[in-house]
């Protein structure tokens, strides 16, 4: 095993001499409510080993059987992909020991999979060409258990909640560049899934995992260098961190003249480096075999269409629909189309309120807020907050029964409560004020309050006109009609 070489140049600094070359590894967890061979329950942070059987625990004499349902969102999966599902593909035992593997080897495809040759579309050049990364294969496999270190002094605790439960792994081709379109690639990847259905893609719950093969190349060169494989890793920036650290350490072992050792690592997020695990395998390694208690899964042509047919409309597809038929900008489209739930929720929102992008304004902005604060997912707060809730919402400030900025205050209440526009706005007195004379007390009230500025302003200083406004609106609790109020204020300057 040989340590890490330190370099004080960066990335970007070497890229100037180097070329990165990265391919990503993505195990994404099946969203079936049972594992891949067993009837375990795949529930997440339910107490340790209370979802395992004789099968998932490897006693003697179990056989398992392969989940239907996980066959169906992996092949959902490799379509979204734009691979080939082939009508056979084997299971096999890729034998190695883990403390967390009972079995001692992991059921997965190998030389026959379910699925190769796809692609997955991630921007575009300055001219506008597409960058894409290929999809070599997508096959099916089971994931281990879980090695606890932090619950008991001095001890390593074994939980089994996890082994078995069905996953894919996307192998993409060395076609990355850069860091970025290492992230750009993961998003892209982790998007389709989650549009098809076939993943939550959850990477807090450890639903996706992506190890990343770093290799570097003088520029120019064109046959690969040795590869650092650096394993099991669950955030986007830490992916896009650690290649770029990786890279700078094996240029800084080029430019000593040194050959690379392929090495399979580990990412430290704490310290930003990359240290060595062990040696890295070859696939002989594994000892694979086909595995002979699962016969061979024959897919016929009728079905695997009739699983295309089914799929929803893609992202890149749902974005031009939405952008011509919305009229909303690219960036726009890009943060509402992120999420398929998202979409959903906006599109809602906007066929019932009528104006799409005012619809877009408050989802972008105030609902996103609310999500990014609270931490939950759009369709928790669509109980709450329903779209036809928001727009009759979004009514009442368009025909100026409520203010913008009363608005806003109502739809804070509302996401907390859920209760509805019109009884939040009647309750608290949200609505809009525009007859002349509580304008004009407030106004009073603001001058008597606020002496200098009311005396420059009606010396003729107008700029303060806005800092009046705002003070009266403040006193109004927002509910003020702003153009009413800009009108009342300008009347009483000098002609």
């Known amino acids: 095993m040989t340590a890490p070489a330190a370099t004080a140049r960066s990335a970007a600094e070497w890229m100037r001499e180097y070329e990165m070359v990265v391919g990503l590894e993505v195990h994404l967890q099946l969203d079936t409510q049972t594992k891949a061979f067993c009837n375990c329950s795949t529930a997440f942070g339910d107490a340790p080993n209370a979802n395992t059987c004789p099968v998932c625990l490897a006693l003697p ?6 989940n239907r349902h996980a066959v169906e969102l992996a092949t959902r999966a490799a379509l979204a992909l734009g691979c080939t599902v082939h009508p056979t593909s084997v299971f096999a035992r890729k034998n190695y020991f883990y403390p ?14 379910l699925a190769t040759g796809g692609n997955v579309q991630i ?11 290929r ?26 909640n996890r082994a078995g439960v069905p996953l894919v792994e996307i192998v993409s081709e060395p076609d990355m560049r850069s860091a970025a379109e290492a992230g750009a690639y993961l998003r892209a990847v982790k998007q389709l899934v989650q549009y098809v259905g076939a993943s939550d893609a959850s990477m807090e719950e ?7 093969n770093v290799s570097a190349r003088p520029l120019g060169q064109t046959h690969l260098g040795a590869k650092c494989e650096i394993k099991n890793m669950n955030s986007f920036s830490g992916v896009e961190r650690a290649v770029e650290v990786e890279f700078a350490r094996q240029c800084g072992i080029l430019a000593r003249g040194v050959r690379v050792e392929q090495q399979t690592m580990l990412w430290n997020a704490a310290r930003q480096e990359v240290r060595p695990a062990r040696s890295k395998e070859g696939s002989h390694d594994y000892r694979y075999f086909p595995e002979p208690d699962l016969p061979p899964l024959v897919l016929t042509t009728a079905w695997i269409e009739a699983q295309r047919a089914g799929l929803p409309e893609l992202p890149s597809a749902r974005r031009a629909r939405i952008r011509k038929e919305h009229g909303l900008s690219l960036q726009d489209v890009d943060v509402l189309a992120a999420d398929p739930a998202l979409a959903d929720y906006y599109e809602s929102v906007a066929r019932i309120h009528g104006d799409p992008k005012t619809a877009a304004n408050w989802i972008a902005r105030d609902v996103l807020t609310a999500l990014n604060e609270t931490g939950e997912s759009v369709q928790q707060f669509a109980v709450r907050v329903r779209p036809e809730d928001l727009a009759a919402l979004l009514g009442m400030v368009r025909d100026g029964s409520l203010s913008r900025a009363a608005g806003t205050a109502v739809f804070g209440i509302m996401r907390r409560t859920g209760e509805s526009a019109a009884m939040i706005a009647e309750r608290d007195q949200l609505t809009q004020v525009s007859d002349d004379a509580p304008l004009r007390r407030w106004i009073d009230e603001v001058f008597d309050e606020r002496p200098d500025e009311a005396r420059r302003y009606l010396a003729g200083e107008r700029k303060l006109q806005g800092v009046l406004v705002g003070l009266v609106m403040k006193k109004s609790k927002g509910t003020a009609d702003p153009k009413r109020l800009n009108a009342l204020l300008a009347a009483r300057l000098p002609s």
Not at 100 to 113: A, C, H, M, N, R
Not at 138 to 153: C, I, Q
Not at 206 to 212: E, F, I, N, T, Y
């Open 61 to 66: 004499g179990a056989l398992p059987v392969l």
């Open 100 to 113: 967390d593997l009972p079995k001692g080897y992991q059921i997965s495809q190998f030389d026959e999979p």
């Open 123 to 133: 921007g575009e050049t300055d001219v506008g060409e597409p960058i894409t990364v």
């Open 135 to 160: 999809v070599t294969r997508v096959h099916m496999e089971e994931d281990a258990g879980k090695s606890l270190h932090d619950r008991f002094a001095r001890e390593t605790a074994i939980d089994l």
């Open 206 to 212: 450890g639903s996706l995992r992506v190890d990343a």
